[in-house]
């Protein structure tokens, strides 16, 4: 067994230190207002945790606060063209949540008169809504007693514990550990094992005199919290190579496509590439035309690296079918994820 001594985590101290240091976050409802009776809104709690999801508290803030004006509320979100939606999540990474978030407003909808469902079971029935968020909904917005165990509760757990073995090895049981820990005030507690993680227990430090959890924790005990969680063995990740064509007419505007509705990237905007494979063949342009290389682009995806030669040309407008034209002007408000941003950036088009 991974954990010889899974004691329970002191959760009245870290309650108490909630109380005095809880961030304060747009979609978050302060300790000092749960005790008044004002109770967390599921669409903003269900937005902020989709948003987090691989991504820093720093990036989301301005998407949650630009989403929370577009679309107030699970209707709004739910009405508004899934291309908008696609288009305001530019940058933020992973665009399958985009789609999910759209799916799932429409489900609640749909399916539950705009009332998302007070329990993590009937939260994980709903599009692209997993075991973290279905946990960290119910728990925070319904206070159900359910274990919330992300990446920074990951790694407070396994400096808690001293877990000899990566912290994929030992899933079950830490949760387990943390679900054994939940008071009645589950909401709070979940976000103040985030705080935590976020602000005392980091990455690459431990201020373990301000833990409020420090007596109990194995690793600070034994001098060494930064050692923990133990990292698994690194593996490679494939390398695949393309080419990237970024067309111009002879005003400026710049050609872009809609790529198909399954798979990475489903329905972004693109401009055209080649096939992206492990070994680069000579490139198969799209029209004749004067083409100059621009360098290369490196973008690393989950499961592969992917480096794209750029290429760029003036062509005439009627030559294309299937896209558009975009004004330099309007590509800020195209539907570009990061890497073909980088794509026109290298080809000189901020």
């Not at 359910?146 to 830490?174: E, H, I, M, S, T």
Request: with cysteine.
């Amino acid at each position: 067994m991974p954990l010889s001594d899974p004691h329970p985590i002191d959760a009245q101290s870290i309650l108490a230190w909630y109380d005095d240091h809880a961030r304060d976050l747009p979609w978050r409802i302060s300790p000092a207002d749960r005790k008044r009776g004002i109770r967390p809104d599921p669409y903003r709690v269900w937005l902020s945790e989709v948003m987090l999801q691989q991504t820093t508290v720093a990036a989301v803030k301005t998407y949650f606060l630009r989403f929370t004006s577009l679309w107030p509320t699970v209707f709004d979100l739910a009405a508004a063209p899934l291309d908008s939606v696609l288009r305001e999540w530019a940058g933020l990474g992973y665009y399958a949540r985009a789609r999910n978030l759209h799916a799932c407003a429409v489900a609640v909808v749909r399916d539950h008169a705009g009332v998302f469902p007070p329990t993590a079971a009937g939260l994980e029935a709903l599009p692209g809504i997993g075991a973290y968020t279905s946990a960290a909904i119910a728990a925070i917005c319904f206070d159900e007693p359910v274990a919330v165990l992300d990446g920074n509760l990951d790694r407070v757990l396994a400096r808690y514990y001293a877990l000899p073995v990566p912290v994929r090895d030992a899933k079950p049981q830490l949760r387990a550990a943390l679900q054994a820990s939940v008071p009645a005030r589950a909401g709070d507690f979940a976000q103040a094992m985030m705080d935590l993680g976020a602000t005392i227990c980091a990455p690459r430090s431990a201020l373990c005199m301000l833990c409020p959890i420090q007596p109990g924790c194995v690793a600070m005990r034994a001098g060494a919290p930064t050692l923990y969680p133990i990292k698994p063995q690194k593996t490679e990740k494939p390398v695949r190579r393309g080419h990237a064509f970024v067309m111009q007419d002879a005003d400026g505007d710049v050609y872009l496509q809609s790529r198909p509705h399954k798979g990475l990237l489903a329905g972004m905007t693109e401009v055209p590439t080649s096939v992206w494979a492990a070994d680069l063949v000579e490139p198969a342009y799209p029209l004749v035309g004067d083409w100059r290389h621009r360098g290369q682009v490196v973008h690393v995806f989950t499961h592969f690296r992917l480096e794209l030669e750029v290429w760029s040309a003036l062509v005439p407008p009627d030559a294309l079918e299937g896209g558009w034209w975009s004004e330099p002007g309007a590509l800020k408000g195209e539907a570009l994820p990061t890497l073909f941003r980088k794509v026109l950036a290298q080809a000189g088009l901020d």
